[in-house]
């Protein structure tokens, strides 16, 4: 397998050998090469992924067949050595997965699929055991199983003579090898075991071995143990079984699994199974999304080579296929790995990004933010004016009137977040503030007065017949749109040319109104067509004051033709007023930022 994939081999160099100057260059700054056992010039690491199987062993996470396969193209795609699909005796879902991996990915994908189960049954003959055969059909050229190492679990979970567990590693790993396959065994709880039974564990082993195991993979399976014991242990075992290659399975019950599994790398494991953002049982797994970054740029090792930088993407798509919401703190992938929201660090990443970034984001895919709150300086306020366009940083730099402004904006914001706004999630909202300041914006429009009617569909208040059905509000949007007052010189008739007045219905208020806005905006903004709302958010700021509590709504945009994002806040004790707030916010970003398109369309006026 490792031939099939030279791409994204991992390489590691040893100090001790000859390390070029472009392998130093590869790593982030100040990253030390990591250092190998004597002799040892050139070391090849793999990425072993058990997301598939191991992964889906994580309390709320089930998958279907099709989100398996598209995560396995995913896998693939990013140059993941192996890819542990299922345990096809488990359930008819993994057995169909192996089916249609075996015909529906690509045939560099599927070399790289794994199916997992365990050594045969106690007392049955390999080629009685369903279990075994149904690991051989699944038809995968590397199979990995799982066998008690620890003496506690042979004596007390298996219930057998430990001679009979050693026949089981044996006989299985055999079984499989005379079958053709690569065969990985996955040594439950042999930290532990280890511990508790050095020799036993290592009879294991030797049964293992013995067989002719392809890989022996030490698993931390209670995720109990500690980085100087993961480096005795491995190093234990690497010196009785120098010509066996060794993977490691590291659970994250401490919140250590990505360092033991790194410390494991270094006292010599060739393999590191791990899963996509760590999800897995309990605490999970140790998270690849962390290890592969770590093991490229800060221990020189080639990794998965370019295509690290679709680290974040695989992250957040993995994410999305098990219906997880991404975490925002996750270390490389996450939307908060590289946003800097204290004035200070701002002001610093300003002039040297490295000065609060240990790598340069793009690296994996992901990148630098800089948030605007209560907790900004200036620098905050210059970063959103410079990412906009708006001015460069030399003017920036150069002009007292812009440094007056972004004051005036950055007053603006602190006192705005004291009274509930929050601005860290609106940059649209943000841009406006700084817009306003500059004098000769005129805004493309403006509300002179909404008015919403709400009623419950099932009944008909006051007598009338009120529709029903997902119909339930209705506003009155009327507003005056500056660039309008030129329709009378084009020989448009009307009372008031540019005001337009107009009634929309929704399936609640603010449905109703974003509709409403719309419709009064569209024929003098065509390119609104493409802006769409995506997502509504409400916050009650002072929950003790009841029904008199603040609101903060926060609504994101996107433009549908470039997929460009962008979100608004508004605050108010009343909730429509506040979510009234961020939808003009949300009309007047778009207006400015896409262009007003302002032709009049006198056809689309009654
Ligand atoms: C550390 C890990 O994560 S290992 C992977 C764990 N993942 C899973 O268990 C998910 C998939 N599991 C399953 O679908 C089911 O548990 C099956 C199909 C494997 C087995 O189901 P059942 O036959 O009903 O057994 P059950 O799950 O109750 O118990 C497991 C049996 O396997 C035995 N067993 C455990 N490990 C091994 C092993 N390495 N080799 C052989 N047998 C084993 C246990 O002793 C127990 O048998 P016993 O009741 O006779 O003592
Ligand atoms: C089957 C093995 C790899 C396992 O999941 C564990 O030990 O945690």
Redesign the pocket.
């Known amino acids: 397998m490792v031939a099939s994939v030279p791409t994204s081999t991992v390489t590691t160099h040893g100090v001790n050998g000859d390390v070029g100057k472009g392998d130093r260059q590869a790593t982030s700054p100040g990253a030390l090469v990591m250092d190998q056992p004597e002799g040892e010039v050139l070391r090849t690491v793999e990425m072993y992924d058990t997301t598939l199987r191991?992964g889906t062993?994580m309390e709320g996470i089930s998958a279907s067949v099709l989100d398996k396969l598209k995560i396995a193209l995913q896998l693939h795609h990013f140059g993941m050595h192996y890819i542990e699909g299922g345990?096809p005796?488990?359930?008819p879902k993994d057995v169909e997965f192996f089916e249609r991996a075996r015909k529906e990915l690509p045939a560099e994908a599927w070399e790289r699929v794994v199916a997992f189960g365990?050594?045969?049954?106690?007392f049955k003959a390999c080629a009685e055991d369903k279990?075994l055969e149904s690991l051989i059909s699944a038809g995968t050229g590397c199979v990995t199983i799982?066998?008690?190492a620890w003496d506690l679990h042979v004596d007390h979970?298996?219930?057998v003579p430990r001679e009979e567990n050693l026949a089981?590693v044996r006989e299985s790993v055999e079984h499989l090898k005379m079958a053709g396959k690569e065969v990985m065994l996955d040594l439950?709880h042999f930290f532990d075991g280890w511990k508790a039974n050095r020799e036993y564990t290592m009879q294991v082993c030797e049964a293992a071995v013995g067989a002719k195991v392809d890989v022996l993979v030490l698993?931390d399976?209670n995720g109990g143990s500690l980085p100087w014991e993961i480096d005795e242990i491995v190093r234990d075992v690497k010196a009785a079984y120098p010509g066996t290659r060794l993977g490691i399975h590291c659970h994250n019950d401490q919140g250590l699994a990505v360092a033991n599994s790194l410390q494991a790398v270094r006292s010599g494991a060739d393999v590191v199974q791990g899963t996509v953002n760590g999800i897995g049982?309990r605490t999970g797994n140790a998270n690849l999304m962390t290890i592969i970054p770590t093991l490229q740029l800060k221990m020189g090792m080639t990794g998965v080579g370019e295509h690290l930088t679709n680290l974040t993407a695989l992250s957040r798509f993995t994410d999305e296929q098990f219906n997880m919401a991404h975490t925002s703190g996750a270390p490389f992938t996450g939307i908060s790995a590289f946003a800097h929201k204290g004035g200070i660090h701002v002001s610093a990443v300003n002039k040297i990004p490295d000065s609060y970034q240990h790598i340069d984001p793009a690296q994996v895919g992901n990148m630098k933010r800089v948030l605007v709150s209560e907790l900004s300086g200036q620098s905050n306020i210059l970063s959103k004016v410079e990412d906009s366009g708006m001015a460069s940083k030399t003017e920036l730099k150069a002009s007292k009137v812009w440094r007056e402004r972004m004051g005036q904006v950055l007053k603006t914001v602190k006192r705005l977040e004291t009274e509930g706004y929050s601005y860290e999630g609106a940059d649209a909202s943000v841009n406006l503030l700084v817009r306003r300041t500059m004098s000769g914006y005129v805004p493309p429009f403006k509300l002179l007065d909404y008015l919403v009617q709400i009623w419950d569909s099932d009944r008909t208040p006051g007598g009338l017949e009120f529709p029903s059905g997902p119909t339930t509000a209705r506003a009155t949007v009327k507003v005056r749109v500056p660039s309008m007052d030129s329709e009378a010189e084009l020989g448009i008739e009307g009372e008031n040319p540019g005001v337009r007045l107009e009634v929309a219905e929704g399936n609640g208020p603010v449905d109703a109104l974003a509709k409403g806005l719309f419709r009064a905006l569209l024929p003098t903004f065509p390119s609104l067509q493409s802006v769409k709302l995506s997502d509504y958010k409400v916050r009650i700021l002072d929950q003790e004051s009841a029904t008199q509590a603040k609101t903060r709504v926060l609504i994101e945009f996107y433009e549908k033709s470039s997929d460009v994002g962008w979100s608004t806040v508004g605050v108010n004790t009343n909730i429509i007023s506040a979510s009234m707030s961020a939808l003009m916010d949300g009309f007047e970003y778009a207006l400015v930022e896409f262009g007003q398109s302002c032709s009049i369309d006198a056809g689309t006026r009654s």
């Open positions: 191991d062993q345990w005796g488990s359930n365990s050594t045969r049954r106690k279990q799982v066998a008690k979970i298996l219930e089981m439950e698993c399976t049982e």
